[in-house]
Nanobody, 122 residues
Framework: QVQLVESGGGLVQAGDSLRLSCAAS????????MGWFRQAPGKEREFVAT???????YYAEPVRGRFTIFREDAKNTVYLQMHSLKPEDTAVYYC????????????????WGQGTQVTVSS
């Protein structure tokens, strides 16, 4: 069983930067594909970014060029570096781990963290 714990959320102003971290325990982190998703109030949870065990990366269009996903397997941690934040980035951000898939679909992920709130004021 894998446990994921996100951190780094907070309240920032539009244009600011923020780095989210997701620490994993209980599994072999280096073998998982990792993803970041977000959920705004009243909306579906949506894909943000994913990184495979081989460092293949894919971003959702709204964050491409502003967000960077990277992982440090030695620390069992995946990060989401966010720049040029916009009010529409406001959401609870979740990290997730997949044993088998490098995917944009949340149904492909086996383990989820509890989420961290990111609020961007205008």
């Amino acid at each position: 069983q894998v446990q994921l714990v996100e951190s780094g959320g907070g309240l920032v102003q539009a244009g600011d930067s923020l780095r989210l971290s997701c620490a994993a325990s209980g599994g072999t982190f280096s073998t998982y594909a990792m993803g970041w998703f977000r959920q705004a109030p009243g909306k579906e949870r949506e894909f943000v970014a994913t990184i495979s065990r081989f460092r293949r990366i894919y971003y959702a269009e709204p964050v491409r060029g502003r967000f960077t996903i990277f992982r440090e397997d030695a620390k069992n941690t995946v990060y989401l570096q966010m720049h040029s934040l916009k009010p529409e980035d406001t959401a609870v951000y979740y990290c997730a781990a997949s044993r088998v898939a490098w995917s944009v679909r949340k149904t492909e992920y086996d383990y989820w963290g509890q989420g961290t709130q990111v609020t961007v004021s205008s």
